[in-house]
């Protein structure tokens, strides 16, 4: 069961082969005559069987044809028969090259995978390349390169061209796919692969669009928390956004929220075709990714160094200048004019000698996160031996490295060296530094790929079931926007301070109100059937008495009788202008996105909002973490603090605001959207002046999944799921949802068990859990798996002596959602000390409510035929044993949910 369920695609170890008749290429496609050429050019390292579905009924030995994998690439009105035969013979998986056939179609071809159960990539695919197998089953060009990166694209054309490019450029590929139109195996999917194949070590995609928001983002956020993912979608804006929904036939959604999801699932973004060939030179050099962003810049020249550490100020990047001790070790050995304050500038006279000592100074210094080697050329110099120094030093080199040899006809062979050489190498000083930029961007995605909410912060319980009454309330009178009393009244549940609004239903009413406020105050006019209640002259803001009060009350009934007559008036709102003499105007709102579901922004407020656009975004659920990076993003951080004598804002009140509008979202899936503007922010705190809401039917980020979190694209954390259990012999235990913070805790305990018990769990004699697993197992899509850790807390002496309290992990069972998503796999392993105590009975039970609460109806797991302990535990719990068909060494464990 380790085997991924997509490895007989990628991984064929046989294949059928429909083309059609051989002898008869007048008949063939364009799209069989290349696999075929393809095929004679680079023979497959497996077994391939050429069939035909026209003639194969009268095969005798069609019973004994057996293949991992059926390729297609037929006329359109044969296709559905090869899906037949292909069935018959039992492959595992399909895939269809072709063009231009219709969703009608790929249905009915969708139907005769689903009723054989294979997985089926096409009908319009470009096909896949697995360099290491020898296998072209792909109409976009050569067979590539065996490299370390994964290409996933919706575009035959672009795949076309960066397997061009990448010949050019020496770099090669693990995986190559082209998705196309209308496929069942979608890009999600294909992610899902690449995460655990072991010769992929970064992904480089280029996209349009989606099926499925959640799938999508959760496959993303596993891939990212592995490997680097570089991701190029088209549609940036609303031309393209047409033209990529047309051509991929997927929901495209807003960019700018496509963004913060990329953002959220630690993958970095590139806006060009350049830049991903940039970062797809650096994901094929073989490095540790950066832990920051100061880049060193080594550079015989001035001007070009100058000009890198201008881009490097214009990506937010850092420059990274040699400490002091480094610098004053280095000075003597380098000509006399060079400068080490900053950029290093070893002047136009250096050597090859030189250049390898400026660069071995700047790996040694670990302030330094990334190097860029400029050279230009100079009478005299020779730019193939300084690339000869740089190639000589970089298997010493942990740190990114990147080159720019500029100019042309004299460094050119040099530049090839590099190349060849795996140094990623650029004509230009601003090309090298947005290449790193965008891989130091990874990291910093990582620290937001970590972040793992609640649905509830821990702040005082909101009201929810309070709120859901009035969301439920508008839309039974079948209205979809709040009045302006419901809205504040919704926002006081989650406890986010609003100013005191009163409904005036006569005129002198409103005198009185206002009284008791004090002058100034604003009225509004407050209908049910009016969402813009300035558009209907439904605001007035300064009134400074209470004849005004009276005579506004009445002008403003009348004028909005006469603006909009049907409208029900159920009278008008006093409120005290809210003074603050710092006060900045800020505006937080929700917007829903298709696909994405609702995200949350934030920027400047009051009658700029219309006028500055690009407030920052942010998925929830939010923490603090993630509360103060959107607002670190926005262009409203400028105006927060100290600010022409006024004090700085109260950041934690703003915070806190962020945190509850994330309440909301997650618990009210019917808010569609919300404008909290302004919310006035000052030293003292906040408080929201005006709040305008849409409620309506939730939309489902992943289709066909209506669970509580449905709507949203990131599940937050199942604090649900926590339970305090006694433990035997006196103490408690808690069993807890893992978090990604907890992989520390996880290797220690690994490495603390038995080999014996290691076995059992991993079938393996690993001492330790390989990074990549580590963070696999650690950061994991609720919505498709669980794991449950047993945890208790102990006191340890610091080497202070002080005292110190911190959580063991006794104990972790989880389960992973199968293709099927009905059935689930489980695994269970419990510390070589606490066997014996329940945990293990507990951790079983526990795993197997949380697969039942979300819907699965089986649970399955393999255990090892000599692990009479667990045999034991499954059986006193009712599983099902039985031996596994495909190795008698391991029982086949079952349980009805």
């Given at each position: 069961m380790d085997k991924h369920y997509l490895a007989s695609l990628f991984e064929p170890q046989s294949i059928a082969l429909f083309t059609g008749p051989q002898d008869q290429p007048e008949t063939q496609t364009p799209q069989a005559k290349a696999l075929l050429a393809h095929i004679k050019a680079q023979p497959f390292k497996g077994h391939i069987t050429a069939l035909d579905a026209r003639t194969a009924g009268t095969l005798a030995?069609?019973?004994?044809?057996?293949?991992?994998?059926?390729?297609?690439?037929?006329?359109?009105?044969?296709?559905?028969?090869?899906?037949?035969?292909?069935?018959?013979?039992?492959?595992?998986?399909?895939?269809?090259?072709?063009?231009?056939?219709?969703?009608?179609?790929?249905?009915?071809?969708?139907?005769?995978?689903?009723?054989?159960?294979?997985?089926?990539?096409?009908?319009?695919?470009?096909?896949?390349?697995?360099?290491?197998?020898?296998?072209?089953?792909?109409?976009?060009?050569?067979l590539a390169a065996s490299g370390k990166l994964a290409l996933v694209t919706q575009s035959g054309a672009l795949t076309a061209s960066i397997l061009d490019w990448a010949q050019q450029n020496k770099v090669g590929f693990s995986t190559v796919v082209g998705l196309g139109q209308h496929t069942p195996v979608n890009l999600a999917e294909t992610l899902d692969y690449f995460t655990s194949d072991r010769q992929t070590h970064g992904v480089v995609i280029y996209m349009e669009g989606i099926d499925d928001a959640r799938h999508f983002t959760s496959a993303l956020r596993a891939a990212a928390g592995t490997k680097p993912v570089v991701v190029l979608k088209a549609g940036r804006h609303p031309a393209g956004n047409a033209a990529a929904q047309t051509h991929s036939g997927t929901i495209v959604g807003s960019d700018q929220v496509f963004e913060a999801v990329l953002r959220r699932a630690g993958a970095v973004r590139v806006r060009s075709f350049i830049e991903l060939f940039s970062a797809a030179k650096c994901l094929a050099s073989p490095y540790r990714p950066p832990v920051g962003p100061r880049?060193?810049?080594?550079?015989?020249?001035?001007?070009?160094?100058?000009?890198?550490?201008?881009?490097?100020?214009?990506?937010?990047?850092?420059?990274?200048?040699?400490?002091?001790?480094?610098?004053?070790?280095?000075?003597?050995?380098?000509?006399?004019?060079?400068?080490?304050?900053?950029?290093?500038?070893?002047?136009?006279?250096?050597?090859?000698?030189?250049?390898?000592?400026?660069?071995?100074?700047?790996?040694?210094?670990?302030?330094?996160?990334?190097?860029?080697?400029?050279?230009s050329p100079r009478f005299g110099g020779s730019a193939e031996a300084v690339a000869a120094t740089l190639i000589a030093?970089?298997?010493?080199?942990?740190?990114?490295?990147?080159?720019?040899?500029?100019?042309?006809?004299?460094?050119?062979?040099?530049?090839?060296?590099?190349?060849?050489?795996?140094?990623?190498?650029?004509?230009?000083?601003?090309?090298?530094?947005?290449?790193?930029?965008?891989?130091?961007?990874?990291?910093?995605?990582?620290?937001?790929?970590?972040?793992?909410?609640?649905?509830?912060?821990?702040?005082?319980?909101?009201?929810?079931?309070?709120?859901?009454l009035i969301v439920e309330s508008v839309l039974a009178e079948r209205r979809t926007v709040l009045t302006e009393m419901e809205s504040k009244a919704l926002l006081a549940a989650f406890h986010i301070p609003v100013t005191q609004t009163i409904l005036a239903r006569s005129s002198g009413e409103a005198?009185?109100?206002?009284?008791?406020?004090?002058?100034?105050?604003?009225?509004?006019?407050?209908?049910?059937?009016?969402?813009?209640?300035?558009?209907?002259?439904?605001?007035?803001?300064?009134?400074?008495?209470?004849?005004?009060?009276?005579?506004?009350?009445?002008?403003?009934?009348?004028?909005?009788?006469?603006?909009q007559p049907e409208a029900r008036l159920n009278g008008i709102t006093i409120q005290a202008m809210a003074r603050s003499r710092h006060g900045r105007e800020i505006y937080i709102g929700?917007?829903?996105?298709?696909?994405?579901?609702?995200?949350?922004?934030?920027?400047i407020g009051g009658t700029m909002v219309e006028l500055i656009t690009g407030h920052a975004m942010e998925l929830p659920p939010l923490n603090q973490f993630l509360a103060q990076r959107l607002i670190e993003r926005s262009?409203?951080?400028?105006?927060?603090?100290?600010?022409?004598?006024?004090?700085?804002?109260?950041?934690?009140a703003l915070e806190q605001v962020l945190l509850r509008v994330s309440e909301m979202v997650c618990e009210l899936p019917q808010l569609r959207e919300m404008d909290i503007n302004p919310i006035i922010a000052d030293e003292h705190g906040v408080v929201a002046v005006d709040a305008r809401i849409v409620v309506g039917p939730a939309i489902q980020a992943s289709p066909g999944r209506a669970d509580r979190y449905g709507h949203l694209s990131i599940l937050p954390y199942p604090a649900r799921l926590q339970q305090v259990w006694p433990l035997k012999g006196g103490g408690e235990y808690t069993v807890r949802p893992i978090r990604p913070d907890d992989a520390q805790l996880l290797q220690e305990f690994v490495q603390k068990l038995s080999p014996e018990s290691r076995y059992y769990r991993f079938v393996s004699n690993m001492a330790e859990i390989p990074p990549s697993m580590l963070a696999r197992f650690t950061l994991?899509?609720?919505?498709?798996?669980?794991?449950?850790?047993?945890?208790?807390?102990?006191?340890?002496?610091?080497?202070?002596?002080?005292?110190?309290?911190?959580?063991?992990?006794?104990?972790?069972?989880?389960?992973?959602?199968?293709?099927?998503?009905?059935?689930?796999?489980?695994?269970?392993?419990?510390?070589?000390?606490?066997?014996?105590?329940?945990?293990?009975?507990?951790?079983?039970?526990?795993?197997?409510?949380?697969?039942?609460?979300?819907?699965?109806?089986?649970?399955?797991?393999?255990?090892?035929?000599?692990?009479?302990?667990?045999?034991?535990?499954?059986?006193?719990?009712?599983?099902?044993?039985?031996?596994f068909p495909e190795d008698p060494g391991f029982r086949l464990v079952t349980h009805a949910l």
């Open positions: 030995d069609l019973a004994n044809t057996r293949a991992d994998l059926a390729v297609v690439a037929l006329p359109e009105d044969e296709i559905i028969a090869a899906l037949e035969l292909a069935g018959r013979i039992r492959v595992k998986a399909a895939l269809v090259l072709g063009d231009g056939i219709d969703a009608e179609q790929a249905r009915a071809m969708h139907a005769v995978a689903r009723r054989y159960s294979y997985w089926l990539l096409g009908p319009n695919s470009q096909g896949i390349q697995r360099p290491l197998l020898g296998l072209n089953a792909c109409t976009c060009g050569a880049l060193a810049i080594i550079s015989n020249g001035g001007g070009p160094g100058v000009l890198a550490v201008d881009w490097i100020s214009e990506l937010g990047l850092k420059l990274g200048a040699l400490n002091t001790d480094i610098a004053a070790e280095l000075a003597p050995k380098l000509p006399p004019r060079a400068s080490l304050t900053g950029l290093i500038d070893i002047t136009k006279s250096a050597t090859p000698e030189h250049y390898r000592l400026a660069l071995e100074a700047a790996v040694k210094d670990r302030q330094i996160n990334g190097i860029l080697v400029s050279y030093a970089k298997p010493k080199i942990s740190k990114p490295l990147v080159a720019c040899w500029m100019g042309d006809a004299t460094v050119g062979p040099a530049r090839r060296k590099l190349v060849d050489a795996q140094i990623p190498s650029f004509r230009t000083p601003e090309a090298a530094v947005d290449a790193f930029g965008k891989i130091a961007s990874f990291y910093q995605n990582q620290q937001l790929l970590q972040q793992m909410p609640p649905p509830l912060s821990p702040l005082a319980a909101p009201d929810v079931e309070g709120a859901r005198m009185m109100i206002a009284n008791q406020f004090g002058y100034p105050v604003a009225l509004k006019i407050d209908s049910p059937d009016i969402p813009h209640k300035s558009d209907v002259g439904g605001v007035a803001l300064n009134v400074m008495n209470g004849v005004a009060v009276r005579d506004v009350y009445q002008d403003m009934m009348e004028t909005v009788r006469k603006r929700i917007k829903t996105d298709e696909p994405f579901g609702p995200v949350i922004a934030f920027g262009h409203a951080r400028e105006t927060l603090g100290p600010w022409r004598g006024a004090p700085p804002v109260r950041m934690a994991i899509d609720y919505d498709r798996e669980m794991a449950l850790c047993a945890v208790a807390e102990i006191e340890q002496t610091g080497a202070d002596g002080s005292k110190e309290h911190r959580e063991k992990l006794m104990g972790i069972s989880r389960y992973i959602t199968n293709p099927d998503q009905t059935s689930c796999e489980f695994a269970l392993v419990v510390a070589d000390q606490h066997a014996g105590q329940g945990l293990g009975t507990r951790l079983l039970l526990s795993i197997m409510d949380a697969a039942r609460d979300k819907g699965l109806q089986e649970m399955m797991g393999l255990v090892l035929t000599n692990n009479s302990n667990m045999l034991q535990l499954v059986k006193n719990l009712g599983f099902d044993i039985r031996p």
